[in-house]
């Protein structure tokens, strides 16, 4: 299953919508890069049980 969630970019603070695979874990802390101004940002997603939103801090990779 995939859910989808949303980041504030820690460089641009433009808003990044990405796609959760929940079959990664609960917890999950990947790099991904920027839409918007292409920069580094490592998320640090947690899926809140029993439904389908997960919340996102992005910090400096
Ligand atoms: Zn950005």
């Known amino acids: 299953m995939e ?3 949303w980041y ?3 460089y641009c603070f433009e808003q990044n919508d ?3 695979d929940v079959t990664g874990g609960m917890n999950q802390v990947y ?5 918007v101004c292409c920069r580094p940002n490592r998320l640090h997603i947690s ?6 939103e997960a919340d ?6």
Do not use: K, S, Y
Request: proline content about 4%.
């Open 56 to 61: 996102i801090q992005a910090d400096e990779a």
């Open 18 to 20: 990405v796609v959760v």
């Open 31 to 35: 790099v991904e890069d920027c839409q």
């Open 8 to 10: 504030t970019c820690i």
């Open 3 to 5: 859910i989808e969630a």
């Open 47 to 52: 899926i809140r049980p029993g439904l389908r």
